[in-house]
């Protein structure tokens, strides 16, 4: 089921790395990424944020412990993955159904997660769902679980769904702009303030497509779309307490609860309590959303001695799993 793609090139970041692309089938197409590491480490999957792609791990895994199998997809419509099929729409079970696709096609039965944002609150819902799968589980500004308040679930999936109405009339032409790469780099830069401009050509890599006339972006903007799957902060503490994998929360002083408003933004503080009450762990550090891209060495320390102690020191079970890639 597995197919590797051509095209190996190393990083120059700590200590260097071959890098290879991914390509896994999938019912739409693909899911394509990169792998990191030797065929026997340790399996890591590593899970973007909303909007990126597998390029926002390029600057951080060269520096996590090197015994590790680093395996970073881009989700479904994001970075080089194929898009749904026409009509469908995007949430969190769907992307969960994703990763389980991924990892039975790479033959894990255990491995761990890096999540960062959306790529989080995907790994927090496989977690609760196969906490026998799961050995150990990171979150970069990222709670694992995004409620919203019950009051405003009817308002939202109704938007939702207004929006894919409007969205199935649109023509091919009008759905996929094109753009010079100068231009693009602005864009993204305008819509995520927090990516430095090293970063913005990062998520480029993957993130644009050569068209007649220029670029074109590649993640499909269906994700733009309100998610219509939402679940309350009661069914997020409930799903938290199905985690059996030790958890590293990793949260950034101007990071993601700056962008909460309402009702939403008194969530996070009783996640984060849970998790603390379930003696996992919780660290602040300085930096914005994108912290883990943007500076590497200020998030790579706590991700490396959380994974050594964690994963590297246990017995493994799983001594042949990688070797399927």
């Not at 026409?86 to 769907?94: C, I, W």
């Not at 938290?240 to 996070?268: C, W």
Request: charge should be negative; aromatic fraction near 8%; hydrophobic fraction near 40%.
């Amino acid at each position: 089921m597995l197919q590797a793609l051509k095209g190996v090139r190393h990083l120059h970041a700590g200590v260097k790395q071959t890098v290879s692309e991914l390509s896994i089938p999938v019912p739409w197409g693909h899911i394509r990424g990169k792998v990191w590491g030797p065929d026997h480490g340790r399996p890591v999957l590593c899970l973007h944020g909303w909007a990126d792609n597998c390029g926002t791990f390029n600057t951080l895994i060269p520096h996590l412990p090197q015994e590790c199998r680093y395996v970073a997809v881009d989700l479904a419509g994001h970075g080089r993955s194929s898009h749904r099929h026409p009509g469908v729409f995007y949430s969190f079970p769907a992307y969960v159904m994703d990763i389980r696709r991924v990892v039975d096609a790479l033959q894990w039965s255990r491995f761990s997660i890096i999540g960062h944002s959306m790529g989080g609150n995907i790994a927090g819902m496989f977690s609760a769902l196969y906490p026998e799968m799961v050995d150990a589980v990171v979150l970069l500004d990222s709670y694992g679980f995004l409620p919203t308040d019950q009051k405003e679930m009817v308002s939202v999936m109704r938007q939702g769904m207004d929006q894919m109405c409007q969205f199935d009339k649109q023509t091919e032409e009008t759905k996929r702009r094109v753009y010079s790469y100068e231009n693009a780099a602005e864009r993204l830069s305008a819509a995520n303030p927090t990516l430095s401009e090293r970063s913005v050509h990062i998520l480029l890599e993957r993130g644009l497509v050569q068209v007649e006339g220029g670029m074109a972006f590649t993640r499909d903007f269906r994700i733009n779309l309100k998610n219509i799957v939402r679940i309350s902060l009661e069914q997020s503490l409930e799903l938290q307490s199905r985690i059996k994998a030790n958890v590293l929360l990793v949260l950034a002083e101007d990071g993601f609860e700056k962008l909460l408003t309402g009702p939403d933004k008194e969530f996070p503080p009783v996640i984060v309590q849970a998790y603390r009450d379930r003696n996992h762990t919780v660290v602040t550090v300085p930096g914005d959303h994108h912290v883990h891209l943007n500076q590497p060495e200020v998030v790579a320390p706590l991700v490396s001695d959380f994974l050594q102690s964690e994963v590297l020191t246990q017995p493994s079970s799983t001594d042949e799993q990688t070797s399927k890639l």
